[in-house]
């Protein structure tokens, strides 16, 4: 059934250092403070454990645990929950981003663009294929961390309506996530979506959040810095009359991306 509005949660919260049992658990609890209505409900990056370049040291059964877990809080709270997890399989590692809806449906997307100031490139195997959810009503164009600085990978060819990035982006580098969500969102005509942790990590960098929500003309709808939990609305009217009033995309360039 197609909504003409989508109830959307980010839940920017501090995570315990590769202790996927914890995290789950913490926010489990966080998950009871959602409202009825909420659609989708969206994670940082690595949500079970930080953004680590040992996942070896957490167990290999931990990712189809971690999606059986996001399937049981979907179905319990009747809404879609994304966020992505270091995730074992086929005899290696992915910074996999799950989508998991309350009917069961379960969608991934593996990190394109792995990060490689931090030798995550030597940890994880780069993904090869964007990924696009039609989900009431709404197609959704989720995205990891520092695919974010890579425009041509998020070029909206494909005609999505929202863009997710769920991050670990550190404060030293923040003005950067702020001005490119702006800009991912502008250029693409869309709703761009980041949501990122807070609190510090194992090796001492600190996270100060700057969650948020651009609409299609890049005016941002809600922000925060603590740990919380913020809410927005999305329009499928806004991206209407928007991409009619103003016929930018039809002027995009046409291009092939080698892989």
């Known amino acids: 059934m197609k909504n003409n ?9 501090s995570l315990v250092w590769e202790d996927p049992d914890q995290n789950r658990e913490n926010l489990s609890k966080k998950f009871t403070l959602l409202p009825q209505n909420v659609d989708l409900v969206i994670l940082p990056e690595m949500f079970i454990s930080g953004f680590t ?3 070896g040291n957490i167990s290999g059964s931990e990712g189809q645990k971690t999606v059986d877990w996001m399937l049981m809080e979907a179905q319990k709270h009747n809404t879609a929950i994304t966020g992505s997890i270091p995730y074992f399989g086929n005899g290696q590692y992915f910074n996999r981003l799950l989508f998991v809806e309350a009917n069961g449906k379960v969608y991934h997307y593996d990190k394109r663009h792995t990060f490689t100031l931090a ?23 989720p995205m990891i961390c520092y695919d974010l600085r890579f425009p041509v990978w998020a070029r909206n060819t494909q005609d999505y309506d929202v863009l997710i990035y769920v991050a670990n982006w550190p404060k030293p580098r923040i003005v950067a996530w702020d001005a490119l969500l702006k800009a991912r969102a502008i250029e ?6 980041g949501v990122n942790r807070c609190g510090k990590d ?4 600190e996270y100060s959040g700057h969650s948020a929500v651009y609409d299609s003309l890049g005016e941002r709808m809600v922000f925060t810095e603590k740990e919380t939990i913020i809410y927005a609305t999305l329009k499928k009217g806004h991206i209407e009359t928007t991409r009619n009033k103003l016929r930018f995309l039809e002027d ?3 291009f092939i991306l080698k892989l």
């Open 202 to 205: 194992q090796a001492g960098y």
């Open 5 to 13: 509005e989508l109830h959307i949660a980010l839940v920017q919260t």
């Open 188 to 193: 693409n005509m869309s709703y761009c979506i």
């Open 252 to 254: 995009r360039d046409e």
């Open 119 to 141: 030798g995550e490139d030597k940890v994880y195997q780069a993904g090869t294929e964007q990924l696009i959810i039609d989900y009431k009503g709404f197609r959704v164009n």
């Open 53 to 55: 370049m040992t996942p």
